[in-house]
């Protein structure tokens, strides 16, 4: 195959001298002259394209805080229906978050460390919530966990409710959110050098310990920024926590539930509490990206061979 790649290579190459000489000294006299416009054209329109698609991102947020004044903002603090549906928030994404790395990562490791058959329709079955609409997810939760739903009569004999509770909003959050950490983990683990888990097992760790010592930090880097992700998407969750959990003020109704019943009241101060919850969300994603910049996620490959063999 190599063979026939040079072979192909070579006669591309002698076709362009061919159409060369056909057309003469002067045409690639002129492609000459021409190459270094072109070039600045190419990037020219680069540049163009990249400005376009930076100016509508970043215009929807610079919009909300041109219509914010500060003082607004420090007002809503004080405001008891804001601060109550910010801790809801807070709350429900901090514990699904915390359910989606307790179970999230084991899931991805496994994913990302076996091959077997079905293993393609596993992965699809994590991704699945990314494409399904909200509308879908909430409804699903309540066909799984209602009073009618599959698992209803066994939640009712155990005395549990979960709809239109705060566990509600973290099944909702944590199904809609998932599945960006769980992605992000299994490249971060199928990046992590298998000879460095092959030189593990062989100074005698078994499996537990080898994830924990070996691949657990050498892919901490890409579990964190997995973890950024979907706490960044659970904190503005809003079509299946609706369906699921309702909107009841300081029990399920969070940030982004309080915005929507605001638009229609009071646009101004809707707009307030959507430049509150950027700011939240900027500031956790800051601290953590300002965290891992000082915490030694990737540690050299002698290292963590020699670090390994002396834990044993």
């Given at each position: ?11 591309r190459a002698r076709l362009r001298q061919a159409r060369a000489r056909e057309r003469g000294p002067a045409h690639s006299a002129v492609v000459r002259l021409l190459a270094p416009v072109k070039r600045s054209l190419q ?270």
């Open positions: 195959m190599r063979r026939l790649g040079e072979l192909a290579q070579a006669g990037a020219a329109l680069f540049f163009a394209a990249a400005t376009v698609a930076l100016l509508f991102l970043a215009l929807p947020v610079v919009a909300i805080f041109t219509r914010v004044p500060p003082g607004r903002l420090v007002r809503l603090l004080s405001n008891g229906v804001v601060t109550n549906a910010l801790v809801v928030s807070l709350r429900s994404t901090a514990i699904a978050e915390a359910l989606i790395l307790l179970f999230g990562t084991p899931l991805a490791y496994f994913l990302a460390t076996r091959r077997f058959p079905g293993r393609a329709f596993l992965v699809t079955v994590v991704e699945l919530p990314l494409v399904l609409p909200p509308a879908v997810a909430g409804i699903g939760l309540f066909a799984a966990f209602g009073r009618t739903g599959l698992f209803g009569s066994t939640l009712d004999a155990l005395g549990l409710q979960i709809p239109f509770t705060l566990a509600a909003v973290v099944f909702a959050v944590a199904l809609v959110a998932s599945p960006l950490y769980v992605r992000t983990a299994i490249a971060a683990f199928e990046a992590v050098d298998p000879d460095l888990v092959a030189a593990s097992r062989t100074l005698g760790a078994g499996p537990a310990k080898t994830f924990f010592r070996v691949a657990l930090p050498l892919a901490g880097g890409g579990l964190a920024a997995g973890a950024a992700l979907s706490f960044a998407r659970a904190l503005g969750e809003f079509g299946a926590t609706i369906m699921f959990a309702g909107s009841l003020r300081g029990v399920t109704q969070t940030l982004p539930l309080a915005i929507y019943e605001q638009f229609s009241l009071d646009f101004d101060t809707a707009l307030a509490m959507g430049a509150l919850l950027v700011l939240v969300s900027v500031a956790l994603l800051l601290s953590l990206k300002l965290s891992l910049s000082y915490w030694p996620w990737q540690p050299s490959r002698r290292t963590s061979v020699s670090v390994f063999a002396r834990s044993s």
